[in-house]
């Protein structure tokens, strides 16, 4: 018989306990240091990788070894999202109590597939979402205690994904997990709804030719005369209309579609209404905002990204079902070996059939140390602050005649240009970007090249936005 090999050597106690403390010293030096790195990058295509080893250590090496590489060799090579000076697309903000979730979590390292492998995982998920219910001012039919409930995605993509999946089933009466999608089904969403959705049409089988995009108006919101004719075509045309997708805050400009006004259709036709309030959603917090969730009485599914704009580490997002069945009998299947009497009697959600994959980390940990870490006034403050800054911010634009706003402020989004064509406008961005003073992308407005400044990031004051602005008047 062959001898066993020797025990493989884990860190000890000590040593995990040591490493540890090293690693929250060095994310707290980071924090306090980010504010003077360059925000983005200035590494080439390569540049990380002839740093690193061609193959993997054979023999395991000390963790200060890999820290001081995450320094050296990393560090340089990352765009700093947490820096106060980040501006760019939406915020990806994390916050100290997030990040001590996140840790709990990986330690913990259980599974929450079902109930049964992990109740406080699954309790925990359901008893938070719940208070966001009220915290957000949504319909309570979102809430788990009646036929709705929320559940914690990975991003939102993965939400409009999962509401897509629920109202094809519901629209043929569950026949397409079985047989496959009808070829008459049809989507409905905006030119400026976000990408996630065109991907879920291509990976749900509907098809990105059966998605619509409805033309959208001088706000950039979705036209509702257009969505209604469209609808109203393809039912002469013998398709089915059966989704359609708002967004309240869209991703280039944070326009609000109508979504009152759209539920008025999709109630008609009985279509699935799929709201998509990734980053705007967090300003609902604020009872001033509470506008943003008009006509959400008559939505099936809602979505908000924590992980944007609540302080909360990517990836965690939020989506609410007005009605849980749908989507349940969309995404479960019961192989023997998860059988188990809980489940067999119904009597506690399972989450693995609110999600495509089986398996699911115990995301809501870090949104719980979140939520009760600031309460609900803090996460107000954060909101009221940020918006407040890009007023501000959006006032120095008009009175400057060198710069125009491309569209009015929304919330924390300042969409604007230099007087002049793209290319000034690019050159622009390009040598902010370049001086690592800050950061800002681009989207295109009535076809024309756009700067957005985007205020999010936990740390941003008013010295960096006004810093900010300094740098652009100046270049
Ligand atoms: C409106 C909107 N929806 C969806 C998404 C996709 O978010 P995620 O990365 O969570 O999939 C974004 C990302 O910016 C967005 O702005």
């Not at 090293?22 to 080439?44: G, K, Q, S």
């Not at 193959?55 to 890999?66: N, Q």
């Not at 045309?237 to 539920?263: H, Y």
């Amino acid at each position: 018989m062959a001898e066993p090999e020797e025990p493989v050597r884990h860190m000890s106690s000590e040593e995990f306990r040591r490493a540890g403390y090293a690693v929250i010293d060095w994310l707290a030096d980071y924090a306090e240091r980010v504010a003077d790195l360059p925000v983005m990058p200035t590494t080439e295509p390569g540049d990380i990788r002839a740093q690193l080893p061609l193959s993997a250590p054979l023999v395991g090496e000390s963790f200060d070894a890999i820290l001081n590489d995450v320094s050296d060799v990393l560090v340089p090579g990352l765009m700093h999202w947490q820096s106060p000076n980040f501006f760019g697309y939406f915020p990806a903000n994390t916050s100290p109590p997030s990040i001590l979730g996140d840790l709990l979590c990986a330690g913990l390292g259980v599974q929450g597939m079902l109930w049964q492998t992990s109740p406080a995982c699954t309790e925990l998920e359901t008893h938070v979402l719940d208070w966001l219910v009220d915290m957000l001012g949504l319909p309570a039919r979102f809430r788990s205690d009646g036929l709705g409930g929320g559940v914690l995605q990975d991003s939102a993509s993965s939400a409009t994904l999962c509401a897509l999946l629920a109202a094809r089933e519901r629209a043929t009466d569950y026949r397409a997990r079985e047989v496959g999608t009808d070829a008459d089904l049809i989507a409905y969403c905006s030119e400026e709804t976000h990408s996630s959705l065109e991907k879920a049409a291509a990976i749900s089988g509907l098809g990105r030719q059966r998605l619509r995009k409805i033309p959208t108006d001088q706000n950039s919101a979705l036209e509702v005369t257009a969505l209604r004719i469209a609808i109203e075509a393809d039912i002469d045309a013998g398709l089915r209309p059966f989704f359609v997708c708002a967004s309240v805050g869209t991703t280039s400009s944070l326009a609000v579609d109508p979504v009152a006004k759209i539920s008025e259709i999709t109630r008609v036709h009985g279509m699935w209404l799929h709201v998509d309030a990734a980053m705007a959603g967090t300003a609902t917090l604020c009872p001033e905002f509470r506008h943003l969730n008009d006509g959400l009485e008559h939505a099936d599914s809602y979505c908000f990204n924590p992980h944007k704009w609540m302080l909360t580490n990517f990836d965690c997002d939020c989506f609410f079902v007005a009605d849980r069945e749908p989507l349940v009998r969309a995404l479960s299947v019961m192989p023997e070996y998860l059988r188990n009497s809980v489940t067999d009697r119904g009597a506690a959600i399972d989450y693995r059939d609110w999600q495509v994959p089986l398996g699911r980390r115990f995301r809501a940990l870090k949104l719980w140390c979140v939520i009760r870490s600031y309460g609900v006034s803090g996460l107000q403050q954060l909101v009221r602050n940020h918006v407040a800054l890009a007023s501000e911010f959006a006032r120095w634009i008009e009175d400057d005649p060198n710069f125009e706003l491309a569209r009015p402020r929304s919330l924390n989004l300042v969409c604007f240009r230099a007087i002049g064509d793209d290319a000034r406008n690019r050159a622009l961005l390009e040598s902010l970007n370049r001086s690592g003073r800050l950061f800002m992308s681009h989207t295109l407005i009535d076809g024309r090249f756009t700067l957005r400044l985007c205020i999010g990031q936990t740390y941003t004051t008013r010295d960096h936005v006004e810093a900010a602005w300094q740098a652009i008047r100046q270049a």
